[in-house]
C-alpha cells in the first residue's frame, strides 16, 4: 500500500515547494486547485452549478466561466457556502481517486491542498498530514516577490484561514521562515526519517 501524504498550507508559505520536493524523490503528487478546475468541466457539476447560481456563468461552448463563477460565489459566506456545497465533495473524490490511481505505480502519494483545515474529517483519509506554516510578515515579503503590492498580499491574507487550524490537524508541522536552502534541509531530514533512509 503507498503511503499517502497530505500537504496543507497559506499562500505563499512553501507548500508547492515541499511537493515538488516530493516529486523530485519519486512521489506521485495530485494539486488540489487543478482538481478544481477538473472538476467543473464534470457534467453533474456544471448542472448542479446552473441550479444554484445560473446560466449566465457558461459562455457560449456551454463551459464553466470562473471569473463570472467567482463574481458570484465569493460575495458573501452562504454564497461561498452554497459553491463549496457543490464543488468540495467532487473536489475530494476525484483527488482520492488520482491519488489511487498513481498508488498503484508509486510508494508514496502526496496531494497538496490548502483548504485543508480541519473543517471536516478529509485529512484522516492520509496517513501523514504535513501543515507548512510561515509567519504573516515573510508570506507578505514573498507574495510581494511575486509581484503582488503589499497591501494585495495583506487583503489576501486577511481571507486565509488561521495557521492553528492547519496546525491542529497535522501529524508534521513544518516552519518555513527562512531561506529556500534552509527549508530543503528541513525536508530533507523529515523525508530520511520517513523512509527509513531509503528511495521509495
Known sequence: MAKRIFITGGIGSGKSTLLEFLRSHGAGTVEADKVGHEVLTFDDTKAELSEKFGTDI?????????????????????????L??????RVYAESLRQLDEL???????ALEMAILDGRDDFYKNADVVI?????????????????????????????????ER???????????????????????????????????
Open 58 to 82: 457558461f459562455d457560449e461552448a456551454g463551459n464553466v466561466m470562473r471569473p463570472a463563477l467567482a463574481a458570484k460565489a465569493f460575495v458573501s459566506p452562504e454564497a461561498t457556502a452554497l
Open 84 to 89: 463549496d456545497s457543490v464543488t468540495l465533495k
Open 103 to 109: 498508488a498503484k505505480t508509486h510508494d508514496v502519494v
Open 131 to 163: 501543515a507548512v506554516v510561515t509567519s504573516p510578515e515573510v508570506r507578505i515579503q514573498r507574495l510581494v516577490e511575486r509581484g503582488l503590492t503589499e497591501e494585495d498580499a495583506r487583503n489576501r491574507l486577511k481571507n486565509q484561514v488561521p495557521d
Open 166 to 200: 492547519r496546525e491542529a490537524i497535522a501529524d508534521v508541522v513544518f516552519v518555513n521562515d527562512g531561506t529556500i536552502d534552509e527549508f530543503q534541509q528541513t525536508i530533507d531530514q523529515w523525508w530520511e526519517s520517513f523512509t527509513g533512509g531509503e528511495e521509495r
